[in-house]
Nanobody, 116 residues
Framework: QVQLVESGGGLVQPGGSLRLSCTVS???????????IRWYRQALGKERELVAR?????IYGDSVKGRFTISRDNAKKTAYLYMNSLKPEDSAVYYC?????????WGKGTLVTVSS
């Protein structure tokens, strides 16, 4: 069974950094480099929003531009989200999403809390 597993969330102080990881477990039937990887987040009481996307190019949400970086290690079937200069408003559950053809996988999410 193919799964997406996120890790790296936690509690961090404002201005701090975190790295989230998203790993594909199992065979996805596609070359990982051709998989559209997206990071979303959902804060309490708010709608889910796109944070970053890595496919033919990289795209970032306006609220994270210049602070977050998405990258991927295709050999490890893993994508990363580097988050710097974190703010309290970045607190949310972060989800990884992998899309390729009929494949549309979601992880269970990892909680990020930015607080002093």
């Amino acid at each position: 069974q193919v799964q997406l597993v996120e890790s790296g969330g936690g509690l961090v102080q404002p201005g701090g950094s975190l790295r989230l990881s998203c790993t594909v477990s199992g065979s996805i039937g596609s070359i990982f480099s051709r998989v559209d990887i997206r990071w979303y987040r959902q804060a309490l009481g708010k709608e889910r929003e796109l944070v970053a996307r890595s496919f033919l190019s990289t795209i970032y949400g306006d609220s994270v531009k210049g602070r977050f970086t998405i990258s991927r290690d295709n050999a490890k079937k893993t994508a990363y989200l580097y988050m710097n200069s974190l703010k309290p408003e970045d607190s949310a559950v972060y989800y990884c999403n992998a899309v390729s053809g009929d494949l549309d996988l979601w992880g269970k999410g990892t909680l990020v809390t930015v607080s002093s």
